[in-house]
């Protein structure tokens, strides 16, 4: 079955230092999506992307990140220069198309640790 | 964006069915209703979806109040498996059909 696959599985930073974090969604899904969840907390949007433009991206979503999709089966979000409270899970997604009968699939998600 | 009000926590036996609400009183006549579940340390997973009808899949049954004010998703024998947090999210079609997670509630299956 189909999935979407996240790398790497847990990230170490210095605060300060650039992070790429990368996703491969599935294969013909049209929408892709990087949401967070910080310990604890709930699971927050942060973007979305769709037709090789961001489409919509949340107010944490600012200046320090971005989002890219560099051949076709990439996805990546970078995180210019992170903060402590960066740490988080970041969890990447992919949707097939338009329409209510398209569910979301979310990757395993990538820990990021910035110290 | 649509709220959605869920119990913080419910517990279940093994084998048994679970009922796990939600309301939504402010829903508006095209939000769909959709359950996602986080198992520990995973990322979430789809569960069901419905816009009116009562719907029915291979993990859950999703049960619409005829004014749609509330749903309950039904988990028809609970396994250990089913320990996660269940979501339930208003849904806007259109809205790039992003998801926007509440603290949901977190389900303990006994065995």
């Known amino acids: 079955e189909p999935e979407v696959t996240q790398t790497p599985s847990h990230q170490v930073t210095q605060m300060g230092q650039e992070v790429i974090l990368r996703c491969v969604p599935i294969?013909?899904?049209?929408?892709f999506y990087w949401y967070r969840q910080i310990l604890g907390q709930k699971v927050e949007f942060l973007v979305s992307?769709?037709?090789?433009?961001?489409?919509?991206k949340s107010e944490i979503f600012d200046d320090q990140f971005s989002v890219e999709r560099p051949d076709g089966s990439n996805f990546t979000l970078k995180i210019r220069s992170t903060k402590l409270e960066d740490s988080a899970m970041y969890f990447c997604?992919?949707?097939?198309?338009?329409?209510?009968?398209?569910?979301?699939?979310f990757g395993p998600g990538t820990r990021l640790t910035v110290l | 964006d649509a709220k959605t009000t869920q119990p913080n926590s419910m517990e279940s036996n093994e084998e048994e069915p679970v009922h796990l609400p939600c309301n939504h009183s402010?829903?508006?006549?095209?939000?769909?209703i959709h359950w996602y579940r986080q198992l520990p340390s995973q990322g979430p997973e789809y569960v069901i979806h419905?816009?009116?009808s009562n719907v029915n899949n291979r993990m859950a049954s999703l049960a619409i109040a005829e004014d749609r004010k509330s749903s309950t998703l039904i988990l028809h024998r609970a396994t250990l498996r089913d320990a996660a947090v269940y979501y339930c999210?208003?849904?806007?079609?259109?809205?790039?059909?992003?998801?926007?997670f509440g603290k949901g509630t977190l389900l303990t299956v006994n065995p």
């Open positions: 402010t829903i508006s006549g095209t939000d769909y």
């Open positions: 419905g816009l009116t």
């Open positions: 997604a992919s949707r097939p198309g338009h329409g209510a009968d398209n569910e979301q699939f």
């Open positions: 992307f769709y037709n090789n433009e961001i489409s919509e």
């Open positions: 999210i208003l849904w806007v079609e259109g809205s790039n059909y992003k998801l926007t």
């Open positions: 294969s013909n899904h049209l929408y």
